[in-house]
């Protein structure tokens, strides 16, 4: 049996669904996605832009397609490859509802379209992991983003570790939202098609060609344009801004900026029931900033996951569930760190009361969760109003919260008119600033009031931070028995959460989320509240989990989830989630770095 | 993704449109004792005469093919209906001549029934025959149409036995199986064809044959490599080829491809192209080839940019009818090499549906990302 050479890969960066691949040799790259394939009639191009040459033979029906690499990139990295595949014939989007035709065909190289992938079931069988897979159809699939959305999603899903071309569809203007959406792989074709009409194609659209330029010159900076747009997409992918880049490229095009709203209510859903395999991380590193610049941030799935959790899952602590605050948010974040919360704080001096801020995008920020991503880092223009779609959603989220919390009295400090049912409503700021002192002392009054009339008492530090720990439990892992005899030792902000005289966890504070001791591996699995990975039998686990090392996984997991490693059943450690579980378990390169050994 | 429910197959897809409430309103409304339309032309005689020849457009009961299944460009489900009788026919083809006062100054007629002429279960054999021998009494070379699985030895020996000599034409559409198979669902391969031209031959009928430019489910590229190499194929079998540019018929599966921008009829600049690379050949076999662009210039038809339009479709008239390639040696149009990067994107690039993009309109906004 002849062996297909496959492609040597590895995730380098991700968000998301955009990532960065190095491909050939691990130890020395010669290229990154994304990346072009160049067609037969293409200029050469460095292969570090460029490592694919195709080449098609359309005097056959179905036509035979071939892929070859410009560089040894399939191990073990001897020779350059050739992989040949059919086009198949098959049905345009409108007609998927038919299996007519021959399905298009391949191995490492596997060409596809909306239609075999309704139709085709080997696609559902097929055991090897295509290198590149290739929509014949993409030209005729992106006039129909809902079906374009799924079907880059199944494709993702199903194959996790292969690169996606989308023929003809890209260029400089949307490169960074192809790559967001998922595709890897780019081309001159549409650039090639402007350059004919006397256009360029720029990041942020097309625009007339100087009539100054020759031709080499003209088509030199056309493909200067490319580069510079995959080099921003690359580093975009890399520090994780890439969404902001997105957003600002997508404004040349309506049919761009559709197809980000519809990824975008597309990936919501998911990321609601499942933000693994929407690809959202539980945590990032420090100095990550989710940047919030444009409208269509809102409509983010990270933004949307947020508020559906914390609508319909936050409960307030037990000792805060009479009375809430509402304050607005700050520049600075968390906001506990701001001069204005230090106010607001000293002005209510009293830990029986739910601190709730209110802000945009995320809507409404409890004040136990403002340590988690996305809120502990976020960014946003303020113009001192709040426009009718951010006053929907934070009266929305208030209103839902409160139906199912019932709050008794909420002291709105806000600033925004609120009104809910059953609920005494104290408005503190009047026409006041939020710091001022008329503004602050009102807060105060209103809080000791109230706080006496319920006759509430004020928990010890201890109870009040475990509390608060608690409520951060069951937003980031869905529950908190973990916790149940547990203690809060330590300074802020990196406290020790201790069961008896054992350390099972820290918080950190820089990234938010918990640092789980070997000691709480017990504890954890019996909660149910990890994802769980099971290593090969026989494998002798030193480092990283990859797919090659993983038999099986449950779970959902998010970046920066611990996960529980077993072997035959039996726990053996636990790792941390680098990849999300739409990746696992084959995406190339580490899925999970090792945390503890048992 | 998977499907949920059983797959369609291709013909349930085609036949879908034929009970759309504005078909059936459609059908419903003509006479079906008038034809449904007829005009002159001028045409070239076997011969080589240059003469006027009269189409005969006739309100019929359809195909039978079409009845089973359909092909998958084919709108002439509008202008059938399963109640037209023997008198309608008769009827119609009496206006016919009344028209065209006998066909005055005419040497050719061509009559089309939208399928089959001499398939009795399509048309009454009172009616072909009536229509055979009054043709052949007025000394008018007849071109009728048919399927090449209809084309049994009894029945051309019967139709050359009243109108001896006279033309059959045969939608072949593609000399490719897959192509037949696939892209038009036309009911018949080319071994059937091959038997239909052999029989042609044997009962001494001329052999028209249709090809189809550009049908659906292929790019424009593919579809020029293609039709090149079919008209040099086909012209070796045929006395006349007739090349029609697909455009686009209402409430057809093409019609709902165009909606849909999956599919555009073809550029003139292509049936240029496709010209003068069978020209050679085709002028070798001593067959003629004859290109009417149906709806030329017009956005549901072969087009350009629209400022070079009218003088591409004259040439491609003009060369239907002088067979000089030199038609073609003053045409020129910014649009051109536009044409010309679009195919060859089209041949190397892996998109079976091919890389065009509207012709018309702001090239800025055209070239906005799609």
């Known amino acids: 049996m002849v062996t297909i050479p496959s492609l040597g890969r590895t995730v380098t960066s991700r968000v998301r669904f955009a990532r960065i691949f190095a491909l050939g040799d691990r130890s020395n790259p010669s290229a990154n996605t994304p990346s072009m394939v160049l067609m037969d009639d293409d200029d050469p191009l460095e292969v570090a832009y460029a490592p694919f040459r195709m080449s098609r033979d359309s005097s056959k029906t179905p036509a035979e397609l071939k892929m070859k690499t410009r560089a040894k990139l399939c191990p073990p990295f001897n020779d350059i490859v050739t992989w040949k595949a059919s086009e198949g014939l098959s049905l345009p989007p409108s007609l998927i509802e038919s299996d007519a035709g021959i399905f298009p065909h391949g191995n490492a190289f596997l060409p596809i379209t909306a239609q075999s992938l309704f139709h085709d079931s080997n696609l559902s069988n097929i055991e090897f992991e295509p290198s590149i897979i290739c929509f014949v159809d993409s030209l005729q699939l992106v006039n129909n983003d809902n079906l374009l959305i799924k079907s880059l999603h199944s494709v993702k899903r199903r194959f996790p570790s292969s690169l996606i071309w989308m023929p003809g569809v890209s260029g400089p203007d949307n490169c960074s939202l192809l790559a967001w959406l998922g595709v890897d792989l780019m081309d001159l074709i549409r650039v090639k098609r402007a350059f004919s009409k006397g256009i360029h194609i720029s990041a942020f659209g097309p625009i007339k060609i100087d009539k100054s330029m020759n031709q080499t010159q003209a088509w030199e900076k056309q493909i200067q344009f490319w580069k510079d747009s995959i080099n921003t997409t690359r580093e975009a992918i890399r520090v994780g801004n890439i969404r902001r880049i997105v957003e600002a490229t997508c404004l040349s095009s309506p049919r761009s900026v559709q197809r980000l709203r519809r990824h975008d209510n597309f990936m919501s859903k998911i990321a609601i029931s499942d933000p693994g395999n929407a690809g959202l991380a539980s945590s990032m590193p420090p100095g990550t900033v989710l940047e919030c610049n444009s409208r269509d941030t809102r409509d983010d799935p990270l933004i949307r996951y947020w508020q559906d959790r914390v609508t319909e899952n936050w409960n307030p602590n037990p000792h805060q569930s009479k009375i809430a605050v509402l304050l607005p948010c700050s520049a600075v974040k968390p906001y506990r760190k701001s001069p204005s919360h230090s106010r607001f704080r000293h002005a209510i001096n009293s830990r029986s009361v739910s601190e709730i801020m209110i802000t945009a995008p995320l809507g409404i920020v409890p004040r136990d969760l403002e340590v988690l991503w996305p809120a502990s880092s976020y960014d946003i223009p303020v113009i001192g109003e709040w426009d009718s779609d951010e006053l929907h959603t934070i009266k929305t989220m208030l209103s839902k919260i409160n139906s199912r919390v019932g709050f008794e009295v909420v002291i709105n400090h806000s600033g925004i008119e609120i009104e809910l049912e059953d609920t005494v409503v104290i408005n503190t700021r009047e026409s006041d600033s939020a710091g001022s002192e008329s503004a602050l002392k009102r807060l105060s009054e209103a809080v000791r009031e109230n706080v006496g009339s319920y006759g509430l008492k004020e928990p010890k530090r201890s109870v ?3 509390a608060s720990f608690r409520s951060i439990s069951r937003h980031l892992l869905g529950g908190d028995q973990w916790l149940s005899n547990a203690k809060i030792t330590g300074k802020a902000p990196d406290y020790r959460i201790m069961i008896e005289s054992d350390q099972i966890a820290l918080w950190d504070s820089k990234r938010g989320r918990f640092a789980f001791s070997k000691a709480a591996l017990e504890v954890l699995k019996h909660t149910n509240l990890l994802p769980k990975v099971e290593l090969i039998e026989g494998f002798k686990w030193s480092g990283d989990l990859f797919s090659t ?9 998010r970046i920066g989830d611990d996960m529980l490693v077993y072997q ?20 190339p390169g580490a899925l999970a770095r090792a945390r503890h050994r048992v | 993704m998977g499907r949920t429910t059983p797959p369609k197959r291709l013909h349930e897809l085609i036949k879908a449109p034929e009970n759309l409430p504005s078909s059936i309103e459609r059908r419903e409304s003509w006479d079906a004792t008038k034809p449904a339309t007829v005009y002159l032309t001028p045409e070239v005689l076997p011969d080589g005469t240059p003469c006027t020849a009269a189409t005969v457009i006739l309100r019929t009961k359809g195909c039978a093919w079409w009845w089973k299944s359909g092909c998958t460009f084919c709108g002439y489900f509008n202008d059938v209906r399963d109640n037209v009788t023997l008198e309608d026919m008769l009827s119609q083809w009496s206006d016919a001549k009344k028209i065209t006062n006998d066909f005055e100054g005419c040497k050719m007629v061509k009559v089309y029934t939208s399928g089959t002429f001499f398939e009795d279960r399509e048309n009454p ?69 091959h038997a239909a031209v052999e029989r042609l031959r044997k009962n001494e009928l001329r052999v028209k044959t249709y090809l189809m430019f550009k049908p659906p489910f292929m790019s424009e590229g ?36 165009h909606r849909n921008r999956e599919y555009r009829p073809p550029w003139l600049w292509s049936l240029v192209k496709m010209i003068q690379d069978s020209h050679n050949a085709v002028k070798e076999s001593g067959c003629r080839v004859i290109v009417h662009p149906t709806a030329g210039g017009k956005i549901r038809g072969a087009h350009n940019c629209g400022k070079c339009d009218k003088e591409v479709v004259a040439a491609i008239e003009r060369y239907s009818v002088s067979s000089e390639i030199d038609e073609f040696s003053d045409l020129s149009c910014e649009c051109h090499h536009i044409w010309s990067d679009e195919i060859n994107s089209d041949i190397l690039t892996p998109a079976q549906f091919g890389t065009g993009i509207a012709r018309r309109g702001s090239p800025l906004r055209l070239m906005l990302a799609p």
């Open chain 1, 464 to 466: 009040a931070l475990l």
């Open chain 1, 549 to 557: 090392n993983i038999s099986s996984y449950s779970g959902s997991p």
């Open chain 1, 568 to 587: 035959g059943g039996i726990l053996v450690g636990s790792a941390r989630a680098v990849a999300p579980a739409w990746e696992w378990p084959t995406a």
């Open chain 2, 125 to 193: 054999i009172e009616w072909q025959e009536t229509v055979l021998r009054e043709t052949y009494e007025m000394n008018l070379h007849l071109v009728v149409e048919a399927q090449a699985h209809l084309c049994k030895d009894d029945k051309l020996s019967w139709v050359s036995s009243i109108h001896p000599g006279c033309t059959v034409a045969i939608g072949l559409e593609a000399y490719d199986d897959a192509v037949l198979r696939f892209h038009v669902n036309k009911g018949f391969n080319l071994k059937t064809w």
């Open chain 2, 222 to 257: 593919d579809a020029l490599i293609h039709s090149v190499r079919w008209i040099q194929e086909v012209s070796q079998l045929s006395d006349e080829v007739s090349i029609n540019p697909m455009n686009i018929q209402k409430r057809t599966i093409v019609d709902r491809l």
